[in-house]
């Protein structure tokens, strides 16, 4: 876990934002374009759970997404904005302030992205997941990209960390047979850490279509 030990997650990445390198992760997210150029509806409303710097929603954005990025840190979600105004997608780039933990957007949304919606602070991840479930339209579409493998620059560097199977991770969304899984494997790639590092990492790719409307939320 992080030295740091403060259990409050605004607090915690406000921090982090605030000492790391603005332009750090205002790219997309390889995993993401690939996933979305396979698997993608055609361009709506998408959600972006953690959207940190902003990379994958801007770059939503310029595909002809209306998204709503969320974070908890005001710093971050900043930069969005300012990241968006930049490339003239500021109209379809709306930051919002959530401890996810707390509360959730609302609303139904064509895509919901959760790519690497990990803390180390505690929070009730699993239902965080199950609202991002509930809150895909019909026919629409949920991405879950998370660590399998621990990074030499991630805050758990040197810790002996023990992953879930994507399939567990699919298993605790405890959805109903109105989904479609459309992807959920743990495969490797080479990734580059904010100093320019490289490294072979595991990741889990879950994509889930939810093909009708459920009886109940």
């Known amino acids: 876990m992080h030295s740091e030990t403060t259990t409050d997650s605004a607090t915690f990445w406000e921090k982090h934002y605030a000492r790391f390198d603005p332009s750090w992760g205002t790219k997309p997210n390889v995993v993401l374009k690939d996933l979305l150029a396979t698997f993608a509806p055609p361009p709506g409303t998408a959600l972006d759970l953690g959207c940190g710097h902003g990379g994958d929603a801007i770059w939503l954005a310029t595909q002809g997404w209306d ?77 879950v990209v998370e660590h399998a493998s621990v990074a030499p620059w991630s805050w758990q560097a040197g810790q002996d960390v023990s992953f879930p199977a994507p399939e567990e991770v699919l298993a605790s969304l405890a959805l109903d047979d109105l989904w479609r899984v459309e992807r959920c494997d743990a495969p490797q790639r080479t990734a580059t850490g904010p100093q320019g590092q490289k490294a072979t990492v595991t990741e889990n790719i879950i994509v889930l279509r939810r093909t009708a409307i459920a009886a109940s939320n």
């Open 67 to 143: 998204v709503t990025a969320v974070d908890v840190s005001q710093t971050a979600l900043d930069r969005v904005a300012e990241g968006a105004w930049a490339v003239s997608a500021a109209e379809r780039v709306h930051p919002v302030r959530h401890d996810l933990a707390q509360t959730f957007p609302a609303g139904d949304f064509d895509l919901v992205c959760a790519t690497y919606f990990h803390t180390p602070i505690a929070i009730p991840r699993t239902e965080v997941l199950r609202k991002a479930a509930r809150a895909v339209a019909p026919n629409g579409l949920l991405i």
